[in-house]
Nanobody
């Protein structure tokens, strides 16, 4: 059974940092792209960042320069380092996996292109 389990969410003041982790089990994701999405109350789930097996990463414009996605293929882990957090970053953050790794960047912005999802972790940034 494939599972993605997120951790590391919490409450932080604006300007602070959090590091989200995603532990994958049940299969090896090293040959696939992994991503982070977020969903705020009343809004659609939106793309945050994605990373191919090679380490090539993509980011939505609003987090560029503040967030960094990384992966440890040996451990089947994906991370999202979030710095300079803003209240508008408040959302449930989801780890996604299983996307083929040979498509252009726009492919990874779309939730249905990922086969597996975690349960989400809440990130709340206070002003």
């Amino acid at each position: 059974q494939v599972q993605l389990v997120e951790s590391g969410g919490g409450l932080v003041q604006a300007g602070g940092s959090l590091r989200l982790s995603c532990a994958a089990s049940g299969r090896t994701f090293s040959n696939y792209a992994m991503g982070w999405f977020r969903q705020a109350p009343g809004k659609e789930r939106e793309f945050v960042a994605a990373i191919k097996w090679s380490g090539l990463a993509y980011y939505t414009d609003s987090v560029k320069g503040r967030f960094t996605i990384s992966r440890d293929n040996a451990k089947n882990m994906v991370y999202l380092q979030m710095n300079s957090l803003k209240p508008e970053d408040t959302a449930v953050y989801y780890c996604a996996g299983g996307a083929p790794t040979y498509y252009p960047s726009s492919y990874y912005y779309t939730p249905p292109n990922y086969d597996y999802w975690g349960q989400g972790t809440q990130v709340t940034v206070s002003s």
